[in-house]
């Protein structure tokens, strides 16, 4: 079993910036799939970014340029910058671990842009 608890969520106004954590109970030392997913009111749960055991990242084509993963194997946490955020970027964002074996999610986190 691991547990992930995400953090940094909150309400911020267009244009601003948050930072997400996603804190590990084991370490992310050579864990393959460390992700942010997101998912709106009414929508299907949806791929922010991925970052690999190697530091290979990939994001969504919607925040590409805007978002930012990274990991902190010795704090066993993966962070999202999230920088020049949209109305449409409003969602739980959900953090998860996937090392070859099943999947495990956070409890997610409540990210609200508005004015």
């Known amino acids: 079993q691991v547990q992930l608890v995400e953090s940094g969520g909150g309400l911020v106004q267009p244009g601003g910036s948050l930072r997400l954590s996603c804190a590990a109970s084991r370490s992310l030392f050579n864990v393959n799939h460390m992700g942010w997913y997101r998912q709106a009111p009414g929508k299907q749960r949806e791929l922010v970014a991925i970052?690999?055991?190697?530091?290979?990242?990939n994001y969504a084509d919607s925040v590409k340029g805007r978002f930012t993963i990274s990991r902190d194997n010795a704090k066993n946490t993966v962070y999202l910058q999230m920088n020049s955020l949209k109305p449409e970027d409003t969602a739980i964002y959900y953090c998860?671990?996937?090392?070859?074996?099943?999947?495990?999610w956070g409890q997610g986190t409540q990210v609200t842009v508005s004015s």
């Open positions: 970052i690999t055991s190697g530091s290979t990242t």
């Open positions: 998860k671990y996937q090392n070859w074996g099943p999947a495990y």
